[in-house]
């Protein structure tokens, strides 16, 4: 047998066996469950489900957010779900808090409003599991959240109608292998979501696909839990809340984090160019203004080195466009990579390059000039490409952003077109 072989035999004998202990874990907690004597307060039981409503609009709400930066109908649809679940869970979690102050008895009956939300959530989760395998990226967001506000109101009503509608109210059945089987219901749903979300993390990899799968998991284990609740209150029926809650926690979590990544990705792209992945205008002129404050309390220089790639025009005319832009990505390559980590290399506008040098004066500027012209003289790649160079340093050549630049700009524009193929940074620079 190929040591492959015995890897995934390996693997699947721990997966079999961490199942088993974890399976003989949960029925042992359960039995645990069964046999306590434990009966929770009427108040944390409206804290919980308090709780869960809160979590679940607030997961709506960055739902939302999320749907309007990616446009993806998971989103839409469980914001939808989440404050319809929600509301009814506190509308639910309120009703049985009074009726306790009223009447203190645990009775028999289950909550037809947990039930139903319950049900309706996880049908969601399936609705939108299929409506994004069909059609993942929505085209129009305005439509799309008519669209989703009618179908989750048409599985809201049908599942209402479908509860509300029994002849016989569901009821506790102490004693029993299982007192409450209507809870199976919601749990046969919630396997075949955690299966099918299970199914698309192998195309999809966000962290609310993750804490989805995880939540699904969670709201199984819920309603296998209550399953076994023998009346309102008890061990078993608290868990199963605290479960719920959780799983709402999960799915926030995954959410807040996807958002804090698209957060990070917008800010990035505000502030680099697209072409190179360099910092781009709005950018160079940040860190000069921060460069500028530095060395005002510090009182030690900082150069500024512009960059102009010299026969672009040319270059788009013979070779192409394309050419001429992988000619700009290649000047922005050489820059990155020869420069500093404490320096900001930046694409100033066109064919048009910066570079900020911290704690540098002439002789620094002329290193990183003359060692930024030998790496592109060497890159290997045709056509051959030449830069012209100027340099300003702060604060000889000026106390401003528009002094150093214009001092810069000055120097480069008498080198541009210069034909020697040396060096000469003195006044200014080109490189052939």
Not at 24 to 50: E, G, H, K, Q
Not at 201 to 209: E, G, P, Q, T, Y
Not at 266 to 284: E, F, I, K, Y
Request: contains cysteine.
């Amino acid at each position: 047998m190929s040591n492959t072989g015995k890897r995934g035999g390996v693997s699947k004998f721990r997966i079999v066996l961490i199942g088993t202990i974890t399976t003989a874990f949960y029925c042992a907690l359960i039995w645990w469950l069964r046999s306590s004597t434990y009966v929770a307060d009427p108040l944390l039981n409206a804290y919980l489900d308090m709780a869960g409503s809160l979590v679940a609009f607030t997961f709506a709400a960055n739902a939302m957010v999320r749907f309007r930066g990616t446009h993806d109908r998971i989103s839409l649809i469980l914001a939808f779900g989440f404050v319809l679940a929600g509301l009814i869970e506190a509308g639910t979690g309120m009703a049985f808090y009074r009726g306790m102050l009223t009447t203190p008895t645990f009775g028999t009956q289950i909550s037809l409003g947990w039930l139903a939300g319950r049900t309706l959530l996880g049908v969601l989760l399936l609705a939108a599991l299929v409506v994004e395998r069909r059609i993942p990226i929505s085209r129009d967001p305005g439509k799309e959240i008519a669209g989703v506000t009618l179908i989750v109101g048409a599985v809201a009503y049908l599942t209402s109608v479908f509860y509300f509608m029994l002849p016989r109210a569901p009821h506790i059945r102490p004693g029993s292998w299982i007192p409450r089987p209507w809870d199976l219901l919601p749990a046969a749903i919630y396997i075949a979501a955690t299966i099918g979300y299970g199914r698309r993390l192998k195309r999809a990899d966000a962290w609310l696909d993750r804490a989805l799968f995880v939540a699904a998991g969670l709201n199984v284990i819920c309603h296998v839990t209550i399953s076994q609740s023998q009346h309102m209150l008890d061990a078993s029926y608290t868990v199963a809340h605290v479960l719920m809650v959780l799983s709402y926690v999960v799915v926030l979590g995954g959410t807040l984090l996807d958002n804090a990544q698209l957060f990070d990705q917008v800010s990035q792209m505000a502030a680099t160019d697209p072409l190179t992945g360099l910092a781009n205008h709005r950018r160079l002129f940040e860190v000069l203004d921060s460069e500028i404050q530095r060395s005002q309390r510090t009182g030690r220089s900082f150069a500024v080195l512009l960059f102009d790639l010299d026969g672009l025009k040319k270059i788009n005319d013979k070779y192409g466009h394309l050419t001429g832009s992988r000619a700009i990505k290649r000047l922005g390559t050489v820059l990155r990579d020869a420069s500093r980590a404490i320096d900001t290399p930046a694409r100033y506008g066109g064919d048009e390059f910066a570079l900020v040098l911290p704690e540098s004066g002439r002789r620094e500027a002329e290193q990183a000039a003359t060692r930024i012209c030998e790496r592109l003289l060497q890159d290997g790649q045709e056509p051959v490409i030449s830069v012209s160079v100027g340099q300003s340093v702060y604060p000889k050549d000026g106390t401003s952003i528009e002094q150093l630049l214009g001092a810069a700009d000055l120097e480069l524009y008498k080198m541009k077109g210069h034909g020697e193929k040396k060096i000469r940074l003195r006044h200014a620079a080109a490189c052939l």
